[in-house]
């Protein structure tokens, strides 16, 4: 079992700058492929990035490659998403999720979200 908390979203400036965090528990953590994803209003979820236990495979949406940068910390069971170049329609709840087998296409766990608000 993994319980997965993001934090870091709010309000900024497009062009600006955000780094999510998603805190994650279990004992197995450090295994699991971790992903994050945006919902927006009215739109479907949207993969953004994902990352493998080790950190050696990282793979990013076409509308996020070059400006959100996924990265990982197992000892301390934490999960990156930094943001840079924000546009207003980055705007979206954030979500972490994550697989216990990366060739899996469906994920197992997911947090609560966090609200990322990029004002024009």
């Known amino acids: 079992q993994v319980k997965l908390v993001e934090s870091g979203g709010g309000l900024v400036q497009a062009g600006g700058s955000l780094r999510l965090s998603c805190a994650a528990s279990?004992?197995?953590?450090?295994?699991?492929?971790m992903g994050w994803f945006r919902q927006a209003p009215g739109k479907e979820r949207e993969f953004l990035a994902r990352?493998?236990?080790?950190?050696?495979?990282?793979y990013y949406a076409d509308s996020v490659k070059g400006r959100f940068t996924i990265s990982r910390d197992n000892p301390k069971n934490m999960v990156y998403l930094q943001m840079n170049s924000l546009k207003p329609e980055d705007t979206a709840v954030y979500y972490c999720?994550?697989?216990?087998?990366?060739?899996?296409?469906?994920?197992?766990?997911w947090g609560q979200g966090t609200q990322v608000t990029v004002s024009s």
């Open positions: 999720a994550a697989k216990e087998r990366d060739y899996n296409p469906k994920y197992d766990y």
């Open positions: 990352i493998r236990w080790s950190g050696g495979t990282i």
């Open positions: 279990g004992r197995t953590f450090s295994s699991y492929t």
